[in-house]
């Protein structure tokens, strides 16, 4: 005997039986509208799925004419049930038929009915389909009714998210859900990587629906809630947040939602109408994340994402955060999916697991993204909405190269990156033979092909790409990827660890360089600046605050005992400050050398050259330091006016032109003039094109991601590069070149048969 009425409570018992037991899926969904209608007491109860092509179809029904399921079709904002998923909000009529949506279908037989209540059904925000039920009386359902209805649609969600579902469609059709999406976005780091969806955040986890005992459930609510109050709390009262304007508002946000009488009261609401605490927190947030996805107000939903945040806290509280599990857990293919994410978090993750990184929001120069290019994954980003189309374990590609991701992707999309990773392994086949030949010219010319490092991570990396040393090690990621300032020790270990990996090659260290964009979360410049890459960074902040310099100096001293140490300075502006810089140094080695601590064997000082102040003292420049080093990427945005980071302009102007080319010859003439080794490490040193300009103008060493070594190695040794000096000597000296000298360097390389 069916029971007639009976609450939420019952209903969801009626479910959790329903869900326990091994019956077909179109069977399940036959008594699960029936139970719906029978709680009730509607005389039908219908459910709609989206599929793929925006089509809303009828999957179940009690009441209207069984004939019509899989038959009865409606568009997305068509009709009432079109409406209810394309605005993801429910209906609640008492004479549907005067609604100005209503539209009639013949096949279905529903002109008797006249209430209606529809709710969307949603998961993580998207709908999926859409609940109904109606009755001939003209009545309006209560409040309790609808939470039901909601919470009944929870449990279709996650039959339609678990592929229950998937066999009841028709061949060709595929249902929203499962179709598959492409986004473009900005590439991040190159490469390409087919793998499975791994969702940063936990939210999916949470597949125990159903509760044993309410009261219970809610105790663990309860603790959980003031436990989260008491950490947004305790990190509030932390002295180091305490001084930060922008943080302490978006923990001030948290707390306020954590306090959210609101939030609370629907979260024990759903709750004593059966769920989990877990599932409870997911609908409510389901429901919430529904409403604001039409919002468009950028307050009200980057509020959202504060709320999201929270709520995800809370899961992680309720459900004990293991992040061992995720781990062993995680496919062998990882590609994970994120809306933002720290850079420490990324190397939560075991590294020969992770297959790619795409991210909602991030920029190229986000501490996430240098610490993906770091470790060498493609990163796609700026991909509106990946999030809440993925699924963990959906089969997906990030296409680093054009900043592409395709989840779900066709079998003919598949194959032709599968096929794209083969001709790259074969590629990078070819590199690996290059390896152990050394780095010399078609003609016979010797070019040091140096890496840039920054981070313990990219150690392994000098031997498997060949690279004759580090020719820049940022000692910045390591304050970066930091949650407070590296101790002294701290330093020093990174350091020694650089220095032994490198087995007696030459490591360049440059002292830290934040500011401008490269922002310390716990060390904030107080002053606003208009233009932060003008602005007080690198050199001049650390020789306005010598306690930063000093430790650092004196922790790569002591790392450097006995061995040699190469230092750097960047963003010099004037002499001025190689010398300031220099004095500090001193006191240091003095310092040291009176406690009779073991120094460097041998200690160079070079600077980087990026402002192009240093243009107009070269001489000078040069017989001040040991070495220089051109920093390209500050170098060509001073040069030209034009923000690095700016990706409207990231395509305007052009490196490889006459302008541009000029600066760096004069640059590598004067080194040599002066007797001064010279380099260039900024990203020009990395694609075979620019590399084969930088030594057409006479680099003869140069310093780039590992990952570029092969290919640049592979134009190298076909190049001649007396002729190919001749051959910009002769087009950078004319006044009206007649092409561009990018276009030019192709037909050179073309020629000669050189790989770019
Ligand atoms: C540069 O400016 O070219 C450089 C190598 O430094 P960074 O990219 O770290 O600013
Ligand atoms: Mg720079």
């Given at each position: 005997?069916?029971?007639m ?67 009865a ?100 059709l ?39 005992d ?20 305790d ?8 001084a ?9 946000a ?139 374990g959906d ?52 070019i ?56 007696g ?49 004196r ?12 230092l ?7 002499l ?14 003095r ?33 001040a ?50 007797g ?41 040794v ?39």
């Open positions: 005997m069916r029971e009425g009976g609450g939420p409570r019952v209903l969801l018992r009626r479910l959790r039986e329903l869900m326990a037991e091994a019956l077909e899926p179109q069977t399940r969904l036959d008594r699960i509208v029936r139970e719906i209608a029978a709680n009730m007491v509607a005389e039908v109860c219908s459910l709609y799925v989206l599929r793929a092509d925006s089509v809303l179809e009828l999957y179940a029904t009690e009441g209207l004419n069984p004939g019509s399921v899989h038959q079709q409606l568009r997305l904002g068509q009709g009432l049930v079109g409406t209810i998923a394309a605005s993801a909000r429910s209906l609640n009529l008492s004479e549907a038929q005067k609604h100005p949506a209503f539209a009639y279908l013949p096949e279905v037989g529903e002109e008797a009915y006249n209430s209606f209540l529809g709710v969307p059904v949603l998961r993580a925000g998207r709908t999926l389909g859409v609940l109904v039920v109606q009755n001939r009386t003209k009545r309006v359902y209560r409040e309790d009714e609808l939470e039901a209805m909601e919470t009944t649609a929870m449990v279709i969600a996650e039959m339609i998210a678990t592929g229950d579902l998937s066999r009841l469609t028709r061949p060709g595929e249902l929203d859900l499962t179709k598959p999406v492409s986004f473009n976005g900005l590439s991040f780091n190159e490469g390409i990587g087919l793998g499975h969806v791994v969702l940063h955040e936990p939210r999916i986890v949470v597949t125990n629906l159903f509760n044993e309410s009261d219970q459930e809610i105790r663990r609510l309860e603790t959980s809630l003031s436990s989260l109050r008491l950490s947004i709390d990190m509030l009262s932390r002295r180091d947040v305490a930060e304007g922008e943080h302490r508002a978006v923990l001030e948290y707390r306020m939602f954590a306090n959210d009488q609101g939030w609370g009261r629907r979260l024990e609401e759903a709750v004593r109408n059966g769920l989990t605490a877990e599932a409870a927190v997911e609908k409510v947030q389901s429901d919430m994340r529904a409403r604001m996805l039409h919002m468009t107000d950028p307050y009200l939903r980057e509020r959202m994402s504060d709320f999201d945040d929270l709520a995800n806290r809370l899961l992680r509280q309720l459900m004990g955060r293991a992040p061992d599990d995720v781990a062993a857990a995680l496919p062998r293919d990882a590609i994970v999916v994120a809306r933002s994410m720290g850079a420490a978090e990324l190397l939560d993750y075991p590294r020969e697991k992770l297959r790619g990184l795409v991210l909602e929001d991030g920029a190229v120069t986000s501490h996430v993204v240098i610490v993906a290019r770091a470790i060498g994954i493609p990163v796609a980003g700026q991909m509106k909405g990946a999030v809440s189309m993925a699924e963990n089969a997906i590609i990030v296409d680093g190269e054009e900043g592409i991701v395709h989840l779900r992707p066709q079998p003919d999309v598949e194959a032709a990156y599968t096929e794209k990773v083969r001709f790259r392994a074969r590629r990078q086949e070819v590199y690996r033979e290059l390896r152990s030949r050394p780095s010399v010219s078609k003609d016979g010319i010797k040091d092909l140096l890496m840039n490092a920054g981070l313990a991570v990219d150690l392994p990396q000098l031997s498997d790409s060949g690279a004759e040393g580090i020719g820049l090690f940022r000692t910045e990621l390591q304050f970066m990827v930091a949650a407070t300032f590296p101790r002294a020790e701290q330093q020093e270990r990174l350091y020694r660890d650089v220095i032994d990996a490198a087995r090659r030459p490591v360049t260290f440059r002292t830290i360089d934040i500011g401008g964009d490269k922002v310390l979360p716990y060390f904030k410049n107080s002053a606003h600046e208009e233009n932060p890459a003008l602005g007080w960074r690198a050199i001049r902040l650390t020789l306005d605050r010598p306690g930063l310099l000093r430790t650092q100096v922790a790569l001293l002591r790392a450097a005992g006995g061995r040699e140490l190469r750097m300075l960047p963003m010099v502006t004037e001025g400050e190689i010398t300031q810089a220099r004095e500090i140094i001193d006191k240091e080695v310092h040291l050398s009176r406690f009779g601590h073991d120094l460097p064997t041998i200690l160079k000082m070079g600077v980087m050259l990026e402002v192009p102040s240093l243009l107009f003292q070269l001489d000078e420049l040069m017989a330091v040991d070495f220089v080093s051109v920093g390209s990427n500050d170098l060509f945005q001073f040069v030209m006016a034009t923000d690095r980071g700016n990706t409207q302009l990231s395509n305007r102007f052009d490196p490889l032109s006459v302008p541009f080319l000029r600066v760096l010859k004069m640059i590598a003439d004067a080194g040599e003039r002066c001064t080794p010279v380099t260039l490490c900024g990203e020009l040193a990395g694609k075979p094109i620019s590399a084969l300009a930088l030594m057409g103008v006479g680099f003869q060493s140069i310093s780039m991601s590992p990952a570029s070594i092969g290919p640049v190695k592979a134009m190298l076909e190049t001649p590069i007396n002729e190919l000096k001749m051959f910009m000597e002769d087009n950078l000296a004319g006044t009206s070149a007649q092409l561009p000298m990018r276009a030019l360097l192709h037909a050179f390389a073309g020629d000669h048969g050189i790989p770019v």
